[in-house]
């Protein structure tokens, strides 16, 4: 009688915006397994997914193949598992901003009993990128460079409000050919505490860094920022024309008011030459206001900004000094938005931008990638997409809506930035 002896196939390292194959043979024909994946986040939260299948005829599970009877996810998809994972305890978003690699722990169980188990390595950075942290002249962030290319453009990486320095994306960009600088703007080391008027300045001297490192080229040198980073993106691409291209993901045309202001303060959240620049600023006060406080009180909930947001803008017309004149930038832009943005209008936003260009004659191409029932939080694939919020906003959008994002939003941006480089002298 031959004895089954079940194996689980995977990689042990691989890169972290990799689709790896997941499978488990040696089962019996039609057997019952439950795959469990678990991992801790930066903030040593725990993270997990499972979902249960059926072995095949061959005693085989794959679930590339096949989607589960039942678990964190419902469809036919190998990284199912990854973006899934819900937080144990927590119900924030995965906190993640370091190039370190994440360990996950895979168990297989049958019948509540562990069959089969295995440690594996998520990579952000590869070995041929080299990771240079930067501090000299008020200025602070992370250079990466790749090795094996000569000669790489360059590209500025920014985070949101949520402040600090986010190593994440600008360490997979270098993975791909791409020196990239990963700028903090506020609440990190000496840089203020509070997004309010951040002056546009500090930013020159972030340019000026990368034209006096050699090695890179000079004439290729661009700009991506996430949501208030998106805004950001777009203003410093409208100001510094040696910004090539430009990516607002999950941003806006407009330049809104300070966040973390106190009380009835309003001034904007950038400045040049000392003074505010012109702001579009948020309603003091309303009913749903009010009632949003009062409700983020009793139930420690996060809440939605949009509609704050949406009435800021009725005030905006087209001749408002807070509108970002993108039509200066001095290269392609490529926009992305949520439908289910619930932070702001990230989708109508980025039209009015569209419609600006075309009246403005733009002479470069424009994109505009709109994702259907996802929310503001889409970072590249394969991070969990379930925790949807941070403590005190809502995020919007759905786990696996978020997820499909993600995956669109990667592979649109490595497209532009290999398009946009390629065009540029």
């Known amino acids: ?16 915006d990799e689709k790896i194959n997941l499978k488990i043979s040696g089962l019996r024909p039609f057997d019952i397994i439950e795959i469990i994946l678990t991992v801790k986040d930066e903030a040593d939260a725990e993270w997990r997914s499972h ?109 949101g409000s949520d402040g600090g320095l986010d190593e994440t994306m600008a360490g997979m960009l270098a993975n791909y050919g791409y020196a990239t600088f990963a700028i903090p703007y506020f609440q990190y080391k000496q840089l203020p505490k509070k997004l309010v008027e951040i002056p546009l300045e500090y930013f020159r001297k972030a340019i000026d860094w990368l034209g006096r490192q050699e090695g890179l080229h000079h004439r290729q040198i661009g700009i991506c920022g996430r949501s208030k980073g998106g805004e950001l993106a777009l203003l410093i691409g409208s100001h510094f ?27 904007s959240s950038w400045s040049l030459d000392g003074a505010p620049l012109a702001f579009a600023p948020l309603p003091l006060f309303s009913l749903s206001q009010l009632w949003n406080m009062v ?39 490529l926009l992305t938005s949520g439908t289910d943005d619930l932070v702001w209008p990230s989708a109508s936003m980025n039209e009015k931008i569209v419609e600006r260009l075309k009246k403005k004659r733009f002479p470069y191409s424009v994109k505009h990638l709109y994702f259907e029932d996802a929310g503001h939080n889409i970072r590249p694939p394969y991070f969990p997409t379930s925790g949807r919020k941070s403590r005190k906003i809502a995020y919007g959008g759905k786990t696996e809506a978020d997820a499909i994002a993600a995956q669109t939003f990667w592979r649109e941006l490595l497209l532009f930035l290999e398009k946009s480089t390629a065009t540029n002298n």
């Open 1 to 16: 009688m031959i004895t089954l002896q079940p194996v689980l196939h995977i990689p042990a390292v691989s890169k972290w």
């Open 241 to 267: 024309p040696e910004i090539r291209f430009a990516v607002s993901h999950v941003g806006g045309g407009v330049v809104f008011q300070g966040v973390g202001l106190k009380k009835f303060r309003q001034t």
């Open 295 to 333: 409700k983020h009180k009793l139930t420690r909930q996060p809440h939605a900004f949009t509609d704050l947001y949406k009435k800021a803008l009725r005030k905006v017309k087209e001749d408002h000094p807070a509108i970002i004149k993108a039509e200066h930038i001095n290269g392609p832009i």
């Open 51 to 159: 979902a249960v299948f059926q072995a095949n005829r061959l005693g085989e599970v794959d679930p590339a193949a096949a989607a589960p009877i039942k678990g964190t996810y419902q469809s036919k998809d190998q990284m199912g598992l990854f973006w899934s994972m819900q937080a144990v305890e927590s119900s924030c978003s995965f906190h993640k901003k370091s190039v370190n690699s994440s360990v996950y722990r895979i168990e297989v169980k049958q019948k509540e009993r562990t069959i089969l188990s295995k440690e594996i390595k998520r990579v952000l950075l590869s070995e041929t990128v080299e990771r240079q942290e930067v501090s000299e002249n008020g200025l602070s962030g992370t250079f990466f460079r790749p090795l094996a290319v000569n000669r790489p453009p360059a590209v500025i990486v920014l985070g």
